[in-house]
């Protein structure tokens, strides 16, 4: 009954699609616990791409179940173009699983998301414009409409016929002209249409879940977003609407806490972030311009330039505590070869005092002021290195260095993008592992 989950440590964009992919071979089904579209995993294998937002990682592999659990968000249009771009590059994807207990992006969450954002002019959250918090809002109202009303009309009509109202008002309360994204009749057309293209997906996904758990499987439980955005733990207001972090997955994925086995963490060698919000080793200088060209650091989902930093041991302890991390990926640190000096933030200074725990306000995170230890570089290539003994010694060093402030081992580095660019020291369950000995 193994369970793991795939974790972000930072804020989003940390590898989670390879992570996923690279360990889903040895498991029998990949559960997406969180978010919506507004997640943009990237896989690569030899020359092909794949840039997924709501089916989950596994879904390469042809053993694997691939399922969207009842945390999970699911614009359908965005579902099915994804289902219609996947099936075209020859992968099957009849096996994906859609809780019925998901909630639904409609029109009208998307139309309020990007007016909201529209009206914060300066003050911006930086938002995906996806419609993901307006979902969430109706989710926790119980106003809004669920996976299963896809294929029942008449629920359908009468949620829409309670929501509407509501939706018209706002909308034009905050200016915006969109009459379509609350049109009742195009939108019952619309559900009717989506509904009798995923009617053969639509499960209740927490019994597969436990069924699977309870027959001897493995299963990974896939996050979307980071730890740093989580909505209760995160840089508030600067977060997504959802819970990433490693508890999510009990409530978004269909499990219990104690079921989990192992929780790995996925970083990369260096920090990026998209959209507003207070980053303290933030890179506007060449060499964080050197990090983000050679890292490719451009959004999947928005297309957006990321912003880059060094890493930051304050939150990344935080995160790794919060999520109980006992494993670590380590991903793009091949992108820091040729950068002469490489800097780890250990402290912060806020108003005068030196600060090692990551603070709990956006405001004194404005105010904070990097500590840095420094370690040399490395000018090595190592794209081409598959054991961890063969990296140059400078990039040795600075992986311990992450692993100690860290306080859990990190089990696989990544060394460029393709699947088999990736050193593997050890991947079990731990927890279970030691469980059994």
Known sequence: MPASVIVGLQWGDEGKGKTTDFLAEQVAMVVRYQGGDNAGHTIVIGNDTFKLH???????????????????VVNPATLLREFDDLTARGIDVSRVRVSHAASLILPYHIALDRAREAALAGA???TTGRGIGPAYEDRAARTGLRVEDLVDPESAAARLARALPEKRALLEALGADD???????ALASQIAAWGERLRPHIADTTELVQ???ASGEHLLFEGAQGTLLDLSHGSYPYVTSSNPIAGGAATGGGIAPMQIDEVMGVMKAYATRVGSGPFVTELTDAIGERIATTGHEVGTTTGRRRRVGWNDA???????????????MLNKLD?????PEILLCVAYEIDGRRVE????????LQRATPIYERFPGWNEPIHEVRALADLPENARRYVTALEEIAGAPIVLLSVGPERTQTIERAWRPIRRA???S
């Open 54 to 72: 709501l089916v989950p990682s596994g879904v390469l592999y042809g053993h694997i179940t691939p399922v969207i659990g009842p945390g999970v």
């Open 124 to 126: 911006k959250v930086g």
């Open 179 to 185: 009459a379509a994204a609350v049109d009742a009749d």
């Open 211 to 213: 069924r699977a758990l």
């Open 314 to 328: 304050l939150p990344l302890r935080y995160a790794v505590q919060l999520n109980g991390v006992s494993s670590i």
């Open 335 to 339: 992108v820091l070869s040729g950068i």
């Open 357 to 364: 725990r990551w603070p709990s306000t956006a405001a004194e």
């Open 434 to 436: 030691a469980k059994r």
